[in-house]
C-alpha cells in the first residue's frame, strides 16, 4: 500500500531532550517535506526536501533540523526541544513537477502529536 | 507572498444540502491546487488535484473548481451527508528557482447535521 508513516504518533518529552521523529515513504517520491499545525495558525511548512542530500528551509525552521541521506526517509530532528514546539507535526510528499510522468499529488503522513513539558 | 485564505471559517448544514467552500489566493502564478479533508486529530486526505491549466476536477459528489486569473477555487459537495463533517483545506503549490512549496489556507470546518 502506498503511504508515508511517521513515528512515534504520539510523545510527550521534556525541554532539551533530544528527540527525532521519523517519516519514510513508498513511493519513490523525490520531495518530501515537514509541517506543523497549529490552531489558529493552520499548516506551515518547517523544512523540505527535494532530494537526497538537498534540503532547504521553509517558514518555520528555527529548532528544527533534518537530514535526507535516503531517498525514502526523511527524519525531523529536535536538538533542545522547548515549549511552543508543541504542536501536531505532519510529514507528506510528492513527486516533483519536473516529473512529467507523474501525477504530482501530495500525501502525507498521519501526524505525530508532540508534547514538550 | 502568496496567501490562501478560505471563508467560512465554519459552516453547518443539514442532511442532503448541495454546499460551496471557498478558497482564494493572493499570486495567480501558482503550478496546482489542491483540496484535503482532516478528520480531528487526524492526517490530511487528499480528495482532489487541479493542474493549473485545468478549470475544474470531479470525484464521485465532489467538485472543484478553478479560476488562476481571479485566484479563485471552490469546492462543490453535493447531497451531503454527515459522515462529510470534517475541516476542508486546499493549498497552491509554487514554484520559485527550483524549490516548489505548498501554501495553505486555514480550512473550512463544516458540520453536516442529520
Known amino acids: 500500500e502506498a503511504q508515508v508513516t511517521q513515528n512515534p504518533r504520539y510523545l510527550i518529552t521534556v525541554t532539551g531532550k533530544k528527540l527525532t521523529v521519523t517519516c519514510s515513504q513508498n513511493?519513490?517520491?523525490?520531495?518530501m517535506s515537514w509541517y506543523r499545525q497549529d490552531p489558529g495558525l493552520g499548516l506551515r511548512q518547517i523544512y523540505y526536501?527535494?532530494?537526497?542530500?538537498?534540503?532547504d528551509k521553509g517558514d518555520v525552521p528555527e529548532g528544527y533540523k533534518v537530514s535526507r541521506k535516503e531517498k525514502r526517509n526523511f527524519p525531523l530532528i529536535l536538538e533542545s526541544p522547548s515549549p511552543n514546539q508543541t504542536s501536531l507535526y505532519f510529514c507528506a510528499s510528492s513527486f516533483l513537477k519536473s516529473n512529467r510522468d507523474r501525477y504530482n499529488e501530495q500525501f502525507f503522513g498521519p501526524g505525530t502529536r508532540l508534547t514538550v513539558l | 507572498k502568496q496567501e490562501v485564505t478560505q471563508i467560512p471559517a465554519a459552516l453547518s448544514v443539514p442532511e442532503g444540502e448541495n454546499l460551496v467552500l471557498n478558497c482564494s489566493f493572493t499570486?495567480?502564478?501558482?503550478?496546482?491546487l489542491q483540496w484535503f479533508r482532516q478528520d480531528p486529530g487526524k492526517g490530511l486526505t487528499s480528495l482532489l488535484l487541479?493542474?493549473?491549466?485545468?478549470r475544474e476536477q470531479t470525484s464521485g459528489r465532489l467538485n472543484a473548481s478553478l479560476d488562476k486569473s481571479s485566484g479563485r477555487s471552490t469546492l462543490y459537495i453535493a447531497a451531503s451527508q454527515p459522515g462529510d463533517s470534517a475541516t476542508y483545506l486546499c493549498?497552491?503549490?509554487?514554484?520559485?528557482?527550483?524549490?516548489?512549496?505548498?501554501?495553505f489556507g486555514k480550512g473550512t470546518k463544516l458540520t453536516v447535521n442529520p
Open positions: 526536501s527535494m532530494n537526497v542530500e538537498v534540503t
Open positions: 487541479i493542474q493549473s491549466s485545468q
Open positions: 499570486d495567480s502564478a501558482i503550478y496546482n
Open positions: 493549498a497552491v503549490k509554487k514554484t520559485q528557482g527550483g524549490s516548489e512549496k505548498l501554501v
Open positions: 513511493m519513490n517520491h523525490e520531495y
